[in-house]
């Protein structure tokens, strides 16, 4: 765009290379540039590599007259000096206009795809310009980063980079074997330099933008960069793509201390990227000190361009007996029909979460303004309630089908399981205590066992299953310890299967306790009984008898999807954190209180809200009582509690601050009526020894709960199909794990009151008798344990079952 400049001093002070920054301030100039282009939603320019869109022809010179207009206004305002900064600004406002153009949709830009000749021309031309904002230059870069990524794809020279650690879908799966390691890299380097670059001019990691450049960086990198740590680079950039709004809310609200180092390495902005890159490669390997070796840690985030990338890290004992961090990197393809799809959000987008959000959104329009009365009124009669049931049952089945879909199409690969739900941490029986002897370190045995494992038929059985009569079946269940309360109501079809579920755990039991024995001969023969279990768990560490842990990092797309009712994840101990630092500062936090590691919750300590908006009488009814009955049978009279009414503040301060503490909430939402979110967020603050001030774990019963959403997607729109999501999503149930809570349970959509009511109750019942008698000794049952194991007492085993999840870490019930 050839603009005149308002004043020919300008022209000529900027031909001397006079600093435009004395005049006016850079940052005050891009920030006046922004506001005004956010004034107009037809901030549209063409320039001359554009000028086959006629349509921006007469709307450019009316904007752009507009922009000149305001700027000399704002100037003027603020300074006597002669309107110099006029071509510094409508050079910025030149480059903001192209971007403009470029993101949108009526441009036909987007639409051509990224490799379009007037893509690539148009963004050198920003970068090329005289003058232009950082922000500019970043999303510039960035764009040409992505036409070289197409190429890369396109030559298949990314998927050469990603062999042997890659995972193509299910209706593409092509010979990755045939791909050599002699091809050329070119396009995979040019699109690397591009990335680099943008990252040098890019904001903070919150910004969507810098978010995209990091994980398209981590993408063209690889899992091999690095000949000292390979896969340490990559796996870096993906942690610092993850959570960076969650980081920085904590770490801005604290006053040092170890805990706000823990956040700080992610987005030190005293650093450049390299440097901050090598500190966080750091961090997680000096990790493996604090982190018990029976967690598995694993950071998946999606790609603008539908690629997933996981990173895993895993804390091994080598044979000197020092703890070692593990890290690998792994990458799923998309469909190549999706790569050049037309909607930006490709791949796992269009295939799983946008169906997703679809059955989430029937299931919430049938519940929308359900209540007793309408109940009673509308579905009185036998034919309306049973076609309730009907489409209720058939949200169940759909949400079911689609998760069995979503682990066979994208989470099936030997190589992706590896990296989420390594064979070696967590092919025991959940149940055995010999399992701890077959610690991660005894790898040779744990091969050896795999080898032998015993096949279970499990059609087979179910055809014999289903000839039998109910009772038969339920007596069955009865000598597995499946009690009568727990099937009470289930169909034949659930009872069989729970049955099937318990069978095929009893024939690996008795599996791992021969291989145990033959484990022990060995050891016995070589000498080493003794030290096997010092080896694996030293002293120092006595949380790591725990049952094996996966957390998952998930980024801002995938957090919605319900991973932990996924069939791989069947009997494994599940939690899922915003980004890893939430993880490191429990540890370090309980490790400073209480000299361990694993936070523990007193059951003596329990306290809850029931009902707190009186309008709930039947679930006060029912849980009241029944929650009494749990602590006077242990011997701890009745737990302190709030019902029918709002608690006061007093009430809420001393339930959050109380050390190995539990908040019980069951009610409508996550009680935000009850505390704010802004007033949780206080508590992050509320120490002076830089420890969080939240120390009681919680559990929020309510619909939602623990559902996290971007502030500017609507709520009628979840999936963000139309509206982009520019800010990281939030909620009640991260307010209280910033406050620093370390462990919270919550409901990722609404529920109906009677099935989430019976999943409370065995919840509460499983975890804080997780002592008793028939619990091996040693071996208490964690709170995200308890939460998995008692998605049986849902009626609807998936659209409410799977609506419960974890955050934070593993809670044990001291």
Request: include cysteine; aromatic fraction near 6%; hydrophobic fraction near 35%.
């Amino acid at each position: 765009l050839k603009i005149k400049s308002h004043s020919t001093s300008a022209d000529k002070m900027i031909s001397e290379r006079i600093h435009i920054e004395n005049v006016v301030d850079f940052h005050d100039g891009t920030a006046c540039i922004n506001r005004i282009l956010c004034k107009s939603k037809n901030a549209l320019a063409y320039s001359d590599s554009l000028q086959h869109i006629p349509r921006f022809r007469k709307k450019v010179h009316q904007y752009l007259s507009q922009v000149l207009k305001d700027l000399n206004r704002c100037v003027s305002e603020d300074t006597n000096e002669p309107l110099v900064p006029f071509t510094f600004f409508t050079r910025i406002a030149e480059n903001e206009l192209k971007l403009r153009i470029f993101r949108d949709p009526g441009s036909h830009l987007l639409g051509a795809g990224p490799v379009d000749e007037p893509t690539y021309v148009m963004m050198k031309e920003i970068i090329d310009a005289k003058f232009g904002s950082g922000l500019c230059n970043a999303e510039a870069y960035y764009n040409l980063g992505l036409i070289a990524l197409n190429k890369a794809r396109d030559s298949r020279q990314l998927q050469r980079l990603w062999k042997e650690h890659m995972a193509i879908h299910l209706n593409e799966e092509c010979c990755i074997k045939d791909l050599d390691d002699s091809g050329s890299t070119h396009f995979t380097l040019e699109a690397r330099f591009y990335f680099e670059s943008a990252l040098t001019h890019a904001p903070p990691s919150s910004f969507n933008l810098t978010k995209n450049i990091l994980r398209c960086l981590a993408l063209v990198t690889g899992p091999k960069e690095g000949q000292a740590e390979p896969g340490l680079i990559t796996a870096s950039l993906i942690h610092i793509s993850v959570g960076g709004s969650a980081r920085n809310i904590v770490r801005e609200a604290l006053d040092g201390g170890k805990v706000q180092d823990s956040f700080k390495v992610f987005d030190d902005e005293s650093l450049d990227h390299h440097a901050r890159v090598d500190s966080v490669g750091l961090l997680l390997k000096n990790s493996a000190s604090l982190i018990p070796i029976n967690w598995h840690i694993s950071t998946m985030a999606t790609c603008p361009t539908g690629e997933i990338l996981i990173s895993s890290l895993r804390v091994l004992i080598n044979s000197r007996g020092e703890r070692t961090m593990v890290v690998s990197t792994a990458c799923i393809f998309p469909t190549s029909r999706a790569t050049h799809d037309n909607d930006s959000k490709m791949g796992i987008h269009a295939d799983v979460l946008i169906p997703l959000d679809e059955i989430i959104e029937r299931s919430q329009k049938q519940l929308h303004g359900m209540n007793e009365e309408v109940q009673n009124e509308q579905y009185n009669e036998e034919s309306s309630r049973r076609k309730w049931w009907e489409e209720r049952h058939s949200i169940d089945e759909d949400l079911q089908s689609l998760l069995k879909y979503s682990e066979t199409a994208y989470f099936s690969h030997s190589a992706i399981q590896q990296r989420i739900i390594p064979d070696e941490l967590f092919n025991c029986d959940d149940d055995s205590s010999e399992c701890s002897d077959f610690g991660p370190g005894n790898l040779a045995l744990r091969f050896e066992a795999a080898e032998r494992e015993p096949y279970f038929d499990g059609e087979k059985e179910r055809a014999v299953l289903t000839k039998l009569t109910v009772p038969l079946i339920k007596s069955k269940l009865a000598s597995f310890g499946v009690t009568g309360k727990d099937v009470k109501r289930m169909r034949k079809a659930e009872l069989i299967g729970i049955l099937l579920s318990e069978m095929e755990k009893n024939v690996k039991s008795e599996h791992i306790k021969e291989v145990n024995e033959a484990a022990t001969s060995i050891a016995e023969e070589y000498g080493h009984s003794a030290s096997i279990k010092t080896t694996q768990y030293p002293q120092e560490f006595p949380h790591e008898l725990e049952d094996p842990c996966a957390i998952l990092v998930l980024d801002e797309h995938l957090l919605r999807f319900p991973f932990e009712s996924m069939d791989m994840f069947s009997n494994i101990t599940v939690t899922r954190v915003p980004s890893l630092p939430f993880v490191l500062a429990t540890l370090l936090e309980t490790e400073s209180l209480h000299s361990n590691v694993t936070p523990k919750v007193d059951a003596r300590k329990v306290k809850y809200v029931l009902d707190p908006e009186s309008n709930l009488s039947e679930s006060a009814s029912t849980l009241g009582p029944a929650l009494n009955s749990i602590a006077s049978k242990n011997g701890w009279g009745e737990w302190e509690n709030v019902v029918g009414q709002i608690p006061s503040s007093e009430f809420m301060s001393q339930t959050l601050l109380e050390e190995n503490g539990l908040y019980l909430y069951c009610g409508h939402g996550g009680g935000e009526k009850v505390i704010s979110r802004s007033r949780v967020e206080e508590f992050i603050s509320g120490r002076i020894d830089g420890i969080r001030g939240c120390r009681a774990t919680i559990v929020l019963m309510g619909c939602s709960s623990g559902k996290l959403q971007s502030v500017n997607t609507p709520k009628e729109n979840p999936s963000g199909r139309v509206h982009a999501m520019h800010y990281e999503p939030e909620g009640i149930a991260v307010s209280y794990l910033f406050a620093g809570a370390p462990c919270v349970v919550g409901n990722l959509w609404d529920v109906t009151d009677r099935d989430i009511d019976r999943y409370c109750l065995t919840l509460m019942e499983d975890f804080v008798q997780s002592q008793e008698d028939n619990i091996p000794p040693n071996s208490p049952l964690s709170l995200a344990k308890c939460v998995g194991n008692a998605r049986r007492a849902c009626k609807l085993r998936f659209i409410v079952g799977s609506a419960p999840v974890c955050y934070g870490v593993p809670v044990l019930c001291s």
